[in-house]
């Protein structure tokens, strides 16, 4: 019966969130770029109002500050590779700095959105798998101490997941995903929420063991694409009015975490 319940609990967080994704399927195009502004400050906001605080109480500080920061240096490591790997053409940002400054004038001047090959896309996929098994383990763990307890957790990380997983689908389709691809990822990525239930309840003393690391490592996945792959993207617009809309979209994105945040402790 308990694992009946985490599997129906997982297996719902996963859907509604797959589910809120696929409405932002309505968006425009020609908005991602400014939602993508919004993405930001969902990421940092869950990163540090959430997750790592998480980390923190679950295990300690400086440990879990060691596996950022070590996180942090392995999603440099693997964005690097992926970057290599699609710079073998003539054209390559790194090797041929000129034609990466004639794509984002092209850019700029509206004739195109601009993507970075997949590669934060990649990460944040990496990232949110991470997350999502945790949080399938989180749900387990809840459910064996009682039944009441496992649906309130449940709740709780649905609210949570929803708005990052919109934020994830709007960087998938930055990233140059198509909205068919970038929806199929969303799913397999949720998906990871059913295995941590499973592997969660027959194997949780080992998981909780480590649980703080895994936070730090889905903390740093949401810090590095934030800071490192989305910011420098919105300097190609430094107009006033442009920065202005920016900021706002990223202050939404954290106060909406922030609320959220709230509204379920509470």
């Known amino acids: 019966m308990t694992l009946g319940w985490i599997l129906a609990a997982s297996v719902a967080g996963g859907t509604l969130s797959a589910g809120m994704a696929a409405v932002a399927l309505a968006i425009r195009i020609a908005w991602v770029p400014m939602l993508v502004s919004f993405a ?16 923190f109480e679950k295990g300690d500080p400086h440990s879990v500050a060691l596996t950022i920061l070590a996180g942090i240096f392995v999603f440099f490591l693997l964005e690097k590779l992926l970057l290599w790997r699609h710079c073998h053409a003539e054209e390559c940002e790194v090797h041929d700095p000129g034609a990466a400054l004639a794509r984002e004038a092209h850019a700029h001047a509206g004739h195109e959105a601009g993507h970075d090959h997949g590669r934060s896309g990649a990460l944040i996929i990496v990232g949110d798998t991470v997350h999502n098994f945790v949080d399938g383990v989180l749900i387990a763990a809840a459910f064996l101490q009682s039944i009441e307890l496992g649906i309130v957790t449940a709740v709780a990380i649905i609210a949570h997941e929803i708005p990052q997983e919109m934020g994830d689908f709007l960087i998938l389709l930055h990233s140059g995903y198509s909205r068919a691809r970038a929806l199929a990822m969303n799913v397999l990525s949720s998906a990871a929420t059913l295995v941590g239930g499973v592997v969660g309840y027959y194997a949780l003393h080992v998981l909780l063991d480590i649980e703080a690391t895994l936070l730090g490592i889905v903390a740093a996945s949401m810090i590095y694409v934030a800071v490192a792959d989305l910011i420098p993207g919105l300097h190609r617009r430094p107009e006033l009015k442009d920065t202005a809309m920016q900021g706002l979209l990223i202050a939404l994105g954290i106060g909406m975490i922030a609320l959220v945040g709230a509204l379920v402790r509470h």
């Open 40 to 55: 930001i400050g969902a990421l940092l906001g869950a990163a540090f109002l959430e997750v790592i605080p998480h980390a």
